[in-house]
C-alpha cells in the first residue's frame, strides 16, 4: 500500500485511495451495526487498526478528505473520531506530516462554518486542537486563522454548551501555543468568552463546566498576556467573578475562579489590579442574584453569605498582589489604596445605618472587616516612615472627623477603625518582641 502511494502515476493513487476510502467507510458502518456483538465488534477494531496501520499520516489525510466529501454526517463524525484517535497517537514528525496535518486545518475551518450539525462541528473542533497542539508550532498563522473561525458564530456563538466548551477549552489550548501570537484573536475571544460566563451562571441554565473552560481561558492568557488585557477587560473579569461568587456553584467551581483572580493578583501590573478592585468594590459589596425574601427565608440567608464571599476574594486579590509584588510597587499606589480601605472600612456603617432586610449580619461585617485588616497590615509593613505617616493620618482623620459627632454612623465607623487600630498595635507587640 504504501509503495502505490507513493508511484508516481497520480491516477492509481487516487484510484486506490478511492478504494481504500470505501473500505474504511465499510469497515466503520459494519462496526457501527454490531457493537453488541463482541466477537464481530473485536474483528472489526482489529480491521480498523490494520487499515489505519497501513497509511502514513499524509496518506491517511488524504484518504479521509475523500470521506468527508460524503454528505453522511454520521459516517463523517466517525471519521473525524478516527482521526483524532490517530492524532492521538500518533509520533510522525516529519516535515511532510506536520505540512499536511497543518493543511488539514482548512478542510476542518470548512466543516466548522458550513455545517449545521452541532456533533459534527464538535469533532471538528476536536481534531483543530490536536493538529494545533502536535504541529501548530511550525506554522502559527494557520493556527491563528483556525483559532478565529472557533471563537466566531460558527462555534463560540452556537447556542449548544457542548460546541461552546470544546471550543473555549480549544482556544485555551492555542493560546497556550502560541503565547503572543493570540492577539489577533483577544478581542473576539474575550468578548464571547464574557458573553459565555455570564450565561454559565444563569439561574435555571447554569453550567458549571462552561464557567470552568472560561476560567481556563482567561488564566493561560493572563499567564502569556498579561498586559494585552485591558482596563474595561479587568472590570469585566472582576464583575463576573463577583456574580459566580454570588452564584450556587459547585465548590470545584468556586476553587477554579479563585485561582484565576489569584493569578490576576501575581500576573498583572498591580497598579491596575489595585485601581480594578477599588473601581468595583460596591459591585462586589451588593451586587448579585437578587431574591425574592418573601418566599424562602433561607435563600435569603444564602444570598447575603454568597455576598461576602465576593467581598472577601476582592481583599484576597489585593492582599496576594501586595505579597507578590516588590515592596515599591506597593509605595507607588499608597492613594489609590487607602482609597480602597477607607471603603471596605466603612462597610459596617453602610449596611447598618439604617438596617435593612438584605443586610449584612453582624458576624458577616465582622469576616469582611478581618479581611480587611488584614490586608492594612500587609501594606502598612511595605512602606517606609515618609508614606506611612500620611497614610495614617488621612485614615485616622477621615475616621475620627468626616461625620456628624452626634450621628449613629459616625460610632459605626469609629467601631471599625478601633478594633483596625487594636489588631494593628498588637501586631507591632508581636514583632517588637520577636525582633527583641
Not at 483556525?146 to 461552546?164: F, N, P, T
Request: proline fraction near 3%.
Amino acid at each position: 500500500m504504501a509503495k502505490i502511494f507513493e508511484a508516481a502515476d497520480s491516477q492509481v493513487t487516487s484510484n486506490v485511495h478511492t478504494l481504500f476510502s470505501r473500505i474504511l467507510e465499510q469497515t466503520l458502518a459494519l462496526a457501527n451495526h454490531v457493537r453488541d456483538l463482541k466477537s464481530v465488534s473485536r474483528a472489526c477494531d482489529d480491521t480498523l487498526r490494520s487499515l489505519l496501520g497501513t497509511l502514513s499520516l499524509v496518506d491517511f489525510f488524504d484518504t479521509i478528505e475523500i470521506l468527508l466529501r460524503r454528505p453522511n454526517d454520521d459516517l463523517r463524525r466517525q471519521v473525524l473520531r478516527v482521526l483524532e484517535g490517530r492524532l492521538e497517537q500518533n509520533r510522525e514528525r516529519d516535515t511532510p506530516s506536520q505540512k499536511r496535518a497543518l493543511d488539514f486545518l482548512s478542510t476542518l475551518i470548512g466543516i466548522l462554518e458550513a455545517s449545521p450539525d452541532i456533533l459534527l462541528k464538535h469533532a471538528a473542533v476536536a481534531c483543530i486542537e490536536k493538529i494545533s497542539e502536535r504541529y501548530g508550532r511550525k506554522d502559527h498563522l494557520k493556527v491563528v486563522a483556525a483559532a478565529k473561525v472557533v471563537c466566531s458564530e460558527h462555534c463560540l456563538g452556537q447556542a449548544d454548551d457542548r460546541i461552546r466548551i470544546i471550543g473555549v477549552l480549544c482556544l485555551a489550548s492555542m493560546a497556550e501555543l502560541l503565547g503572543q501570537a493570540i492577539i489577533p484573536v483577544l478581542p473576539d475571544a474575550l468578548s464571547r468568552s464574557f458573553s459565555l460566563l455570564r450565561s454559565s451562571m444563569k439561574l435555571g441554565k447554569k453550567s458549571p463546566r462552561l464557567h470552568d473552560a472560561v476560567y481556563s481561558l482567561i488564566s493561560v492568557l493572563l499567564i502569556h498576556v498579561p498586559w494585552m488585557i485591558s482596563g474595561d477587560d479587568f472590570d469585566h473579569i472582576l464583575q463576573l467573578s463577583f456574580e459566580s461568587a454570588n452564584a450556587n456553584i459547585p465548590e470545584e467551581s468556586r476553587e477554579n475562579r479563585r485561582e484565576t483572580l489569584q493569578l490576576l493578583a501575581k500576573q498583572v501590573d498591580v497598579k491596575e489590579t489595585f485601581g480594578a478592585i477599588e473601581r468595583n468594590w460596591s459591585f462586589a459589596v451588593s451586587e448579585g442574584p437578587k431574591v425574592s425574601y418573601g418566599v424562602h427565608p433561607f435563600q435569603k440567608r444564602i444570598y447575603t453569605l454568597t455576598l461576602v464571599q465576593a467581598a472577601n476574594e476582592a481583599l484576597e486579590v489585593i492582599g496576594v498582589a501586595i505579597e507578590k509584588h516588590p515592596k515599591s510597587s506597593t509605595l507607588k499606589n499608597v492613594s489609590v489604596l487607602g482609597c480602597l480601605l477607607r471603603k471596605a472600612f466603612d462597610l459596617r456603617r453602610i449596611q447598618f445605618c439604617p438596617r435593612r432586610d438584605e443586610s449584612y449580619e453582624e458576624r458577616e461585617v465582622d469576616d469582611v472587616e478581618n479581611s480587611a485588616n488584614s490586608v492594612a497590615i500587609k501594606m502598612i509593613y511595605k512602606l517606609n516612615d515618609t508614606t506611612f505617616r500620611p497614610f495614617f493620618i488621612e485614615l485616622t482623620e477621615w475616621a475620627t472627623t468626616g461625620l456628624p459627632k452626634d450621628g449613629e454612623g459616625r460610632m459605626m465607623r469609629l467601631t471599625t477603625f478601633y478594633k483596625f487600630i487594636a489588631i494593628f498595635f498588637d501586631t507591632l507587640k508581636v514583632n517588637i518582641i520577636l525582633f527583641h
